[in-house]
């Protein structure tokens, strides 16, 4: 049993999304000092992102024998206890955020990402942030590379995953780009729109009803989502 029980398992993995309030934070943070089954979980779920991140940004993995991704995994699971030691809150704040990027810079960089692939049957585009450079950048990724995969006749299939922030890009009273996301979905029926349930429920907790462009789905977290479909062949490309 977990020292506080009032910290779920869902406020931890929020905690690890850095989607958690200041008060909630530091009441995770805490927690996670005096209980080292918090600490072990929060590791356990860190772990994992950074696996994901790391091991699966640019690439699908090769196949391994069954026994090397639990050494991996084991492995991570240590770095991670040891960052949390050092520099828990730091160190979470810092896993899914990149900051400071140009539109220039991000465009490159998602063209490089997607090189890297030679154009894989499936991306999972991930966006959490409103910035007006980053939605203008995942959008025309995701028209580039459909438009693409057309013109190749090549199977192909995109999901656009927003969570934090990113959530906006999908939100009818927040987005200014819903024409353009109704307009790709008109014309690519491989093109999926994925909505974080769990960034939602955060916006209602607030007060805010949440109302997503039509055809957008929920799943339960980010990190749920990529933790399924990267093993399952889905090239991640984070904007």
């Given at each position: 049993m977990m020292h506080d029980p009032h910290i779920s398992d869902a406020t931890l993995n929020a905690?690890?999304?850095?989607?958690?309030?200041?008060?909630?934070?530091?009441?995770?943070?805490?927690?996670?000092?005096?209980?080292?089954?918090?600490?072990?979980?929060?590791?356990?779920?860190g772990a994992l992102k950074n696996m994901v991140r790391h091991a699966y940004a640019n690439a699908t993995p090769p196949q391994e024998t069954a026994a090397q991704p639990r050494a991996r995994v084991r492995h991570g699971v240590a770095a991670c206890c040891l960052l949390v030691v050092g520099a828990l809150a730091g160190w979470y704040a810092h896993l899914f955020n990149q900051t400071g990027t140009n539109t220039a810079m991000l465009d490159q960089k998602i063209s490089s990402q997607l090189a890297v692939a030679a154009m894989p049957e499936r991306v999972l585009l991930h966006i959490d942030s409103d910035q007006p450079e980053k939605m203008r950048a995942g959008l025309l990724e995701a028209e580039n590379l459909l438009k693409q995969a057309e013109q190749n006749h090549t199977p192909f299939k995109l999901a656009l995953l927003a969570n934090k922030n990113g959530l906006n890009l999908l939100r009818t009273d927040k987005s200014p780009y819903v024409a353009q996301i109704e307009s790709l979905q008109k014309n690519y029926s491989n093109f999926e729109l994925l909505a974080c349930k769990q960034s939602i429920e955060r916006l209602h907790d607030q007060g805010i009803d949440v109302h997503l462009v039509p055809g957008a789905q929920t799943t339960d977290t980010a990190i749920d989502t990529l933790a399924t479909r990267l093993p399952a062949g889905w090239h991640y490309i984070k904007v």
């Open positions: 905690f690890v999304d850095d989607e958690l309030d200041e008060a909630e934070r530091e009441r995770v943070l805490a927690a996670s000092v005096v209980d080292p089954e918090i600490k072990q979980h929060i590791c356990e779920i």
